[in-house]
C-alpha cells in the first residue's frame, strides 16, 4: 500500500499543471464574478461571497473527480496495470485506496488554495468551526462525484470519456446552483435541479456554512446517489472480471 501510495503521489507532482488548471479556472470564477456583482447590500453581498466561494471550491474538486480519477484509470487499463492487479497478490481495494488518496490530496490543496483566496482576497470571515465543519463536509459530499468517476472509467475509449465527463460536470454545476442561484431558472428546471446530486451537495455545505446545521435531507440524497453509483459500478466490474 505504501509503495502505491508512494507512486500516486510521484504521478501527482508529475501532473502538477493538470492540477493548476482545475483550481486555477474555478478561482478565475469566483474572482471576476465575486467582483462584478453588488447586491447592493453588505449583509447580503458577504453571503453572496461566502456562498460562491464554497460552490465554486466544489465545482473545482468534482473537476479532478470527473477528469483526472476515470483519466487514472482508463491509462492503468490500457497500460494492462488492473490486468497485472487481477493476477497479483496486491488487494484491489489497496489500488483504489491509493487512487482516492491521489484525488483527496487535490482535494486539500484546492479546498485550502480557494478558502485563503476567499479569505484574504475578497474578505470571507467565518468561525474556526465553521471553516473546518464546511472544509470537511466539502471532502465528506465529493464522494459522490468520485462514485461518478468510477462510472466514467468504465467507458471503453478516452473520447467518450472526454465528452461524457463535460457533459456531466457542466451539467452538474448549472443545474447544481455552483454558478448561479437556481431560483433564476424556470420552475420546471428549478424541480429538476433538486434531484440532482450537485444541488444537494451545495445544499449541505451552504446549510451548515449558514446556522452551522446539518442538511440531513440533502445529506441522504447524496449518499442514496453514492451507493447507486457504486452499486452500478460495481455490477459492471463483475461482469467484465475486474478487480
Not at 54 to 80: C, G, Q, V, W
Amino acid at each position: 500500500m505504501k509503495a502505491l501510495v508512494k507512486i500516486e503521489t510521484l504521478k501527482q507532482l508529475r501532473s502538477i499543471w493538470i492540477f493548476a488548471m482545475g483550481v486555477g479556472i474555478p478561482l478565475l470564477f469566483f474572482l471576476i464574478f465575486s467582483s462584478t456583482i453588488d447586491l447592493g447590500d453588505s449583509k447580503l453581498q458577504a453571503v453572496f461571497v461566502r456562498n460562491y466561494m464554497l460552490t465554486m471550491t466544489s465545482f473545482s474538486m468534482s473537476s479532478f473527480a470527473l477528469f483526472t480519477f476515470p483519466m487514472m484509470i482508463h491509462e492503468d487499463r490500457k497500460n494492462y496495470w488492473i490486468d497485472f492487479l487481477n493476477n497479483s497478490p496486491i488487494s484491489s481495494s489497496h489500488y483504489y485506496l491509493s487512487k482516492i488518496y491521489r484525488v483527496f490530496l487535490t482535494y486539500l490543496v484546492s479546498i485550502l488554495l480557494v478558502f485563503s483566496v476567499g479569505a484574504l482576497v475578497r474578505g470571507v470571515s467565518m468561525s474556526p468551526w465553521e471553516w473546518g465543519g464546511a472544509a470537511f463536509l466539502l471532502v465528506l459530499t465529493s464522494i459522490v462525484y468520485l462514485a461518478i468517476g468510477l462510472l466514467l472509467g468504465l467507458l471503453p475509449s478516452e473520447q467518450s470519456m472526454s465528452v461524457v465527463g463535460n457533459l456531466c460536470f457542466f451539467l452538474l454545476a448549472i443545474l447544481g446552483g455552483s454558478w448561479m442561484p437556481i431560483s433564476v431558472f424556470p420552475t420546471w428546471v428549478q424541480r429538476i435541479c433538486e434531484f440532482t446530486p450537485g444541488y444537494h451537495v451545495n445544499q449541505v455545505v451552504l446549510s451548515f456554512a449558514e446556522d452551522s446545521q446539518l442538511n440531513w435531507q440533502s445529506l441522504i440524497f447524496v449518499a442514496i446517489y453514492t451507493f447507486i453509483f457504486l452499486a452500478i459500478v460495481q455490477y459492471s466490474r463483475q461482469k467484465k472480471g475486474e478487480c
